[in-house]
């Protein structure tokens, strides 16, 4: 079972939708931070991403973002985010009672 939770502190924030693309409708004029998050991205790319945009009356649209592709497989953590204790070389993967 796999879930994502995401709580932001703002209430500009949007989903993309099934070709990748956002709108975030009435959003005031002025200086944001612009933060971008995709589960499969590396946090060193989500920060590059990371810039300051300014929203006018003019200004509306933020272009085009791209996220590299990665081949990266990320292991499954346990409930506190480390790797699991390796079993004993003769036991069975999952006890039986």
Known sequence: ???VV???????YATSDARGEITIRN????RYTLRVWYEA???ETLNSMTREITVSEE???LG???LARTNVV????NKYGRDYDPPAPD???YPHP
């Open 91 to 93: 036991s069975p993967a």
């Open 59 to 61: 200004n509306l649209a």
């Open 41 to 43: 991205a590396l946090a």
């Open 1 to 3: 079972m796999s879930a």
């Open 6 to 12: 995401i709580a932001v502190q703002t209430p500009y």
């Open 27 to 30: 959003v005031p004029a002025g």
């Open 64 to 66: 085009v973002l791209r």
């Open 74 to 77: 990320q292991s499954h953590k």
